[in-house]
């Protein structure tokens, strides 16, 4: 059975391990090995889930299948830093689903609706107006995802990966 539950300071290590397995899942197909592997040691190190799980304004969902995290989610309660996202999202306060993967082999079986409906829960309790998130505008399958769970495109905008600015859609999922 899998379950959601909010991760800890002792998930660093093996959260940053699905983290390298599924970032490389949601990059386009012309993204380079050193980009991904750049962001991945950057962003995505046990370090920063270390700082991830410690930051006030970070929430960090683990999804479990028996002893093993299969998927996770990072939610930040912040004012949009980007200036794109801030004009795009109109509605406030707001929470952004800023990480969102799932294992291979656990896609298409429910895992990654139930960390959607965690993530909501929690932004529900923090009394936000909407949900936005950045998707690559080649990520199909995550667009039809978040098109599934409600959310609706209200902008564009950049995001750098190693070397390389992707091109992202920005959704916003009202509460
Ligand atoms: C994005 C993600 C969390 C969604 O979880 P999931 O379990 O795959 O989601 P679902 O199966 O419920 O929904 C995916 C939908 O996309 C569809 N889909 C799959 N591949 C597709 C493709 N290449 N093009 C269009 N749609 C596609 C599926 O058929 C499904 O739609 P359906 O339910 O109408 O059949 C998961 O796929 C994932 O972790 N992907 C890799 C990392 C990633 O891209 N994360 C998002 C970063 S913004």
Redesign the pocket.
């Known amino acids: 059975m899998v379950t959601v539950e909010r991760a800890d300071t002792q998930d660093a290590a093996e959260l940053s391990a699905v983290a390298a397995v599924?970032?490389p899942?949601?990059c386009p197909p012309g993204s380079t090995a050193e980009d991904i592997a750049a962001f991945v040691a950057d962003v995505l190190s046990p370090e920063s889930f270390s700082r991830y799980l410690t930051d006030p304004t970070r929430t960090v969902l683990k999804a479990v299948d028996g002893d093993r995290i299969i998927?996770y989610s990072l939610l930040h309660a912040a004012e949009p830093a980007d200036p794109d996202v801030a004009a795009a999202v109109t509605v406030r306060p707001v929470l952004e689903?800023s990480?969102?993967?799932?294992?291979?082999g656990?896609?298409?079986?429910?895992?990654?609706?139930a960390?959607?409906a965690a993530t909501v829960e929690i932004a529900r309790g923090d009394g936000v107006a909407a949900v936005w998130?950045?998707?690559?505008q080649e990520?199909?399958?995550?667009?039809?995802?978040?098109g599934?769970?409600g959310f609706e495109v209200v902008g564009v905008k950049t995001f750098l990966v190693g070397t390389q600015l992707h091109s992202?859609f920005v959704m916003q999922r009202d509460l």
């Open positions: 599924t970032f899942l949601a998927g689903l990480k969102m993967y799932v294992l291979p656990h896609h298409g079986n429910g895992v990654s609706a960390l959607m998130l950045g998707v690559n990520n199909l399958r995550a667009q039809r995802f978040y599934k769970q992202d």
